[in-house]
């Protein structure tokens, strides 16, 4: 298998089959691929959909879980089962251009790990603004370059995969895995389009408790523990946790459809 495409579903059942025909149309031909998608426990028939597309394709695996674990969680359950040589993930709601899967690609065959870069961003201003901030603050905490922007359409090399499902913490936070596992890492531009169809399902919340993950996971890294700016991080994580569904020690999953 040359290409496992990872995609967490939630309220999404408008979208699934418009991606799935994009991404299709996109890869080249000679490439052997699937694509796992996981239905984080939709509100609307998102499963049926999922269900139907496996059917009617071979190459389509769907993963429905017991209850909504959260993007990260999602795409970590996902890995477990992928086959790929190269692997890429990205979101259900047709933002991420399925035509720059083979740029990607072409990244992944000198590097291990390669982010997008998103050009005239679609997201409303106060997600913009939250996802600079945490560009900031990551690349502080992990010490990664300001231009490597740690967004959820990514494709890395699966030999990164066994450091990564090794992680047995309940808190997964999947570019500290990542980040941990390599340094070949590059990025390119992409250019980021509206949401097909509905309303972003994302929420202030969730960049939030994403940040305070991406905090907890800081002890993977040989980092800046001793700094004053790191100390206080961690100590007001550990303070101020929010419960979410994120922190789990197990996850269910309800059945999958896998050919």
Not at 85 to 113: F, G, R, V
Not at 135 to 149: A, G, P, V
Not at 188 to 215: A, E, P
Request: hydrophobic share 40%; glycine share 4%; net charge positive.
């Amino acid at each position: 298998m040359d290409l496992s495409i990872i995609i967490p579903v939630f309220n999404s059942s408008s979208i699934i089959k418009k991606l799935v025909s994009k991404i299709s149309i996109s890869i080249q031909r000679k490439k052997k691929y699937e694509i796992i998608l996981i239905n984080d426990s939709s509100k609307d028939n998102s499963w049926q959909v999922i269900r139907n597309l496996s059917k009617k394709f071979k190459y389509i695996k769907g993963i429905n879980l017991n209850k909504n674990y959260g993007q990260h969680t999602a795409i970590f359950v996902g890995l477990k089962y992928a086959k790929g040589k190269k692997i890429i993930t990205m979101d259900d709601d047709l933002q991420h251009p399925p035509s720059s899967i083979n740029q990607i690609l072409n990244a992944l065959e000198e590097y291990e790990l390669c982010y997008t870069l998103y050009l005239k961003r679609k997201h409303v201003a106060w997600k913009k603004g939250v996802s600079y901030l945490n560009n900031i603050f990551s690349s502080f905490l992990f010490n990664k370059s300001f231009k490597i922007y740690l967004s959820s359409y990514r494709g890395f090399d699966s030999k990164l995969l066994p450091k990564m499902l090794k992680n047995k913490k309940n808190v997964r936070f999947i570019d500290s895995l990542l980040l941990y596992s390599t340094s070949k890492i590059t990025s390119i531009k992409v250019k980021h389009k509206k949401r097909y169809s509905g309303k972003s399902n994302y929420k202030i919340k969730n960049l939030f408790i994403l940040w305070f993950d991406m905090i907890e996971n800081y002890h993977f890294f040989p980092l800046r523990f001793g700094s004053i700016i790191g100390l206080i991080c961690y100590l007001l994580v550990r303070l101020i946790r929010i419960n979410s569904n994120k922190a789990i020690s197990n996850i269910e999953i309800k059945n999958k459809t896998f050919n």
